[in-house]
C-alpha cells in the first residue's frame, strides 16, 4: 500500500493553548484510519488542519507525497480531500441533489456540465440511501439523514481521502449500523481512503483497521483496535483504568 496522507511533528497553539504537539502518523490508501481521544485531545484541530481551515504552528503534511500546508479549503478539496464537520452543515434552502452538486462542480472531480454531475451525484445518494429524497431540501432531513448527506456531499467531490469527524454521533444503534454498512461499502465501492474520529468506541473499533489515539494534543499510540484495546497508556489516560 502506497502512502496517502503523511503527518510530520505537526503543531498547533492558539496563544497560550497547544492543541497538537508534535504529531506524526501516515494513513496508507484504501485503508480505514480511526483518531481516538476524549474531548480536547485534538481531534478536530488535526481535521482543520489537514483540510486548510487552519495553518499549523510546527510541522509538515502531505497529500500523495505533495506538501499542502498554506493552501486553501477549497485547494485542498480539488487535491481530493473532503471533510464533514461534527455539526452538520448542509446547504439547508437547496435540495440534497444540489448540495452533492456544489461538491461535484467544485472539488476534485470538477464537472462542468450540471447534467453530468446530476449523473455522478445520483449515484452517490444511491449508495447512502438518499436518492428518494434527491429533490427534497436538505433542512428537512432526519439528523442522519443529514449525516449521510455530509458524507456524500464528500464523495460528490471525487475525493480519495475523506475526513469523518463523528458522523454517528446522536444516533441510536440502529442507525450507527446502518451507517457502519454504508461507510464499508462506500470504501470498497469507491476505494477511499477514511479517517474517522468517532466516539461511538464499538464502531471505531469495529470500522477501522488502525486507530492512533491523541491525548492532550499528542499522539500517544497508535495500532490495530485489539492492540490498542490492551494499551496499557490508552486504559490508563482514556478510560481511567490503572495501568
Do not use: W
Not at 9 to 22: I, V
Not at 59 to 80: H, M, N, T, W, Y
Not at 127 to 150: D, F, M
Not at 176 to 198: D, F, H
Amino acid at each position: 500500500m502506497s502512502t496517502l496522507l503523511s503527518i510530520r511533528g505537526l503543531g498547533k497553539r492558539f496563544g497560550g493553548l497547544t492543541a497538537l504537539n508534535n504529531v506524526s502518523f501516515d494513513v496508507e490508501a484504501g485503508r480505514i484510519v480511526g483518531v481516538m481521544g476524549a474531548n480536547g485531545a485534538g481531534k478536530t484541530t488535526l481535521f482543520a488542519l489537514i483540510a486548510g481551515n487552519v495553518r499549523p504552528t510546527a510541522g509538515e503534511i502531505a497529500f500523495e507525497g505533495k506538501p499542502i500546508v498554506g493552501l486553501r479549503p477549497d485547494q485542498v478539496c480539488r487535491l481530493g480531500v473532503a471533510r464533514t464537520f461534527q455539526i452538520v452543515k448542509p446547504f439547508p434552502s437547496l435540495t440534497v441533489l444540489e448540495n452533492l452538486r456544489t461538491g461535484a462542480m467544485f472539488g476534485h472531480a470538477q464537472f462542468r456540465r450540471e447534467a453530468e454531475a446530476d449523473v455522478a451525484c445520483m449515484q452517490v445518494l444511491e449508495e447512502v440511501g438518499l436518492a428518494n429524497v434527491a429533490h427534497r431540501p436538505a433542512s428537512s432531513l432526519t439528523l442522519s439523514g443529514q449525516k449521510r448527506l455530509e458524507i456524500a456531499r464528500c464523495v460528490a467531490t471525487g475525493a480519495r481521502l475523506v475526513l469523518l469527524d463523528e458522523v454517528m454521533a446522536g444516533l441510536t444503534p440502529t442507525e450507527v449500523a446502518q451507517m457502519l454498512e454504508t461507510l464499508r461499502r462506500l470504501q470498497t465501492s469507491r476505494g477511499l481512503t477514511l479517517l474517522v474520529i468517532e466516539h461511538v468506541m464499538r464502531a471505531l473499533m469495529e470500522l477501522c483497521g488502525r486507530i492512533v489515539v491523541l491525548h492532550h494534543g499528542e499522539l500517544i499510540a497508535e495500532g490495530t483496535p485489539a492492540q490498542i484495546g490492551e494499551n496499557e497508556k490508552v486504559l490508563s489516560v482514556y478510560f481511567g483504568a490503572h495501568a
